[in-house]
């Protein structure tokens, strides 16, 4: 099965995501660590990357299709994908569509973390003393949240009309929405 997981900045996608590819032997596929992993390499495309990362917008839907495309094309991932943070807006979403189709692929389910600015900000300000992430300050996530609602709301209702969506309460515990998770993916 290939799945998405969506929700707001800090919504805990990534903690959620690394849970289920354990579980259930998928493999997590996360356009922010993609970013990331180019951002370490010191490219020309890494510190344009980052420029965009560290103002709280989304980075070009060009860059970040032709990063997650390689996984989609690998017969090694084919059907066992989760896309943690992609899409994150209405041209990504139609374009993982495509994408999919292309290589003969399906969403079977989305999964969306719903999640309040409190919790977000009381998250976020927690990993950055953890990780030390540049876009981990308190000015840069409620900007990140900011985009997440212009750019990326507007895509739960295409998942809504196509029947996949599936609302988690995102607020929980991590083991509270591990199992909540489980559930869901076990009953498809
Ligand atoms: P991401 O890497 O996706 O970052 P995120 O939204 O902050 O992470 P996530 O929701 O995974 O939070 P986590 O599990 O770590 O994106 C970073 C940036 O990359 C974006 O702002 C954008 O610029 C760019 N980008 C990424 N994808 C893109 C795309 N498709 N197009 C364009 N640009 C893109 O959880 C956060 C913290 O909370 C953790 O410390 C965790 O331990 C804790 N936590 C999680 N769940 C919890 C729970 N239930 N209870 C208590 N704590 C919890």
């Known amino acids: 099965m290939n799945l998405v997981i969506f929700g707001p900045p800090g919504a805990g996608k990534g903690t959620q995501s690394k849970f289920i590819a354990s579980k259930f032997n998928l493999h997590q596929l996360s356009t922010g660590d993609l ?46 994908l989760i896309f943690d943070g992609y899409p994150r807006n209405i041209n990504q979403a139609i374009n993982l569509d495509n994408l999919l189709k292309k290589y003969d692929q399906k969403i079977d389910v989305v999964l969306e973390l719903s999640v309040g600015l409190k919790t977000i900000k009381k998250r976020i300000s927690e990993r950055q003393t953890q990780e ?20 990326t709301e507007p895509v739960i209702d295409y998942y809504k009309k196509s029947k996949l969506l599936k609302v988690i309460n995102g607020e929980g515990s991590i083991d ?6 489980s559930d869901i993916i076990e009953g498809i």
């Open 35 to 80: 970013l990331r992993k180019e951002i370490k390499n010191k490219s020309i495309l890494g510190s344009t990357i980052s420029e965009i990362i560290n103002k709280g917008e989304l980075v070009s839907d060009k860059i970040v299709s032709d990063l997650i495309e390689k996984f989609i094309s690998s017969k090694n991932y084919k059907n066992r």
């Open 132 to 151: 030390n992430r540049s876009d981990d300050s308190q000015e840069i996530a409620t900007r990140r949240f900011e985009t997440y609602e212009k750019s």
């Open 176 to 181: 509270e929405i591990n199992v909540e998770i």
